[in-house]
Nanobody
Framework: QVQLVESGGGLVQAGGSLRLSCEVF????????MGWFRQAPRKEREFVAA????????TYADSVKGRFTISRDNAKNTVYLQMNSLKPEDTADYYC?????????????????????WGQGTQVTVSS
């Protein structure tokens, strides 16, 4: 089993920054891909970013490229999502996810059904 615990959400003004953390509780997850998804009110959940744990290959949604950075810290078993230049449209509940795969195309990594484990979510609100 894999347990994911997110933290770091909150309220920030447009143009500001936040860093989300996702601590991973599992004995070994070197063959996993970690992802961040978000769900805004009255909208479907959407892909934000992903990173392969072993190699560190990253994938981003077009809407966050150049503003968000996903990274992982092996020693701390933690995945981060650094969010800069935040916009009101970034307001959403953000979810960390773990998938038991490493490869695949960009579109494959963006599909939420490929992820097996999910955190409880953390809320991000960006005021204008």
């Amino acid at each position: 089993q894999v347990q994911l615990v997110e933290s770091g959400g909150g309220l920030v003004q447009a143009g500001g920054s936040l860093r989300l953390s996702c601590e991973v509780f599992r004995r070994s997850f070197s063959t996993y891909t970690m992802g961040w998804f978000r769900q805004a009110p009255r909208k479907e959940r959407e892909f934000v970013a992903a990173i392969t744990w072993s190699v560190g290959t990253t994938t981003y949604a077009d809407s966050v490229k150049g503003r968000f950075t996903i990274s992982r810290d092996n020693a701390k078993n933690t995945v981060y999502l650094q969010m800069n230049s935040l916009k009101p449209e970034d307001t959403a509940d953000y979810y960390c996810a773990a998938g038991e795969f490493m490869g695949g195309s960009i579109s494959y990594r963006a599909r939420e059904e490929k992820y097996n484990y999910w955190g409880q979510g953390t809320q991000v609100t960006v005021s204008s």
